[in-house]
């Protein structure tokens, strides 16, 4: 059974970090791209950051860039997502999804549950 699951997420103060992770099952991650995504209470779900397993290309949303980093353990067949310097509007459920693709195109295979990120004091 192809299965991501996510985990990591909590709760944490502004200026926080969390280190979210993406853990595949039942496939390889290898030539696939490896996005995150977050959709906060009324609001569209928006990409985070995208990475190309094969080739380590990554990208970034403007509103997290330099804040967030995304990373891959190919043997662990995971994902990372390391969130710094958090601000509140980060709240949110991330998940992350799988496409048999680049991040640059091509649409989302297959979906985690996703996790509660919330920043607060």
């Known amino acids: 059974q192809l299965q991501l699951v996510e985990s990591g997420g909590g709760l944490v103060q502004p200026g926080g970090s969390l280190r979210l992770s993406c853990a595949a099952s039942?496939?390889?991650?290898?030539?696939?791209?490896i996005g995150w995504f977050r959709q906060a209470p009324g609001k569209e779900r928006e990409g985070v950051s995208c990475?190309?397993?094969?080739?380590?290309?990554?990208n970034y949303a403007d509103s997290v860039k330099g804040r967030f980093i995304i990373s891959r353990d190919n043997a662990k067949n995971t994902v990372y997502l390391q969130m710094n310097r958090l601000k509140p509007e980060d709240t949110a459920i991330y998940y992350c999804?799988?496409?048999?693709?680049?991040?640059?195109?091509?649409?989302?295979?297959?979906w985690g549950q996703g996790t509660q990120v919330t920043v607060s004091s």
């Open positions: 999804a799988a496409k048999y693709s680049t991040c640059q195109g091509g649409e989302y295979d297959y």
């Open positions: 039942g496939f390889t991650l290898d030539y696939s791209a």
């Open positions: 990475i190309n397993i094969y080739g380590g290309r990554t």
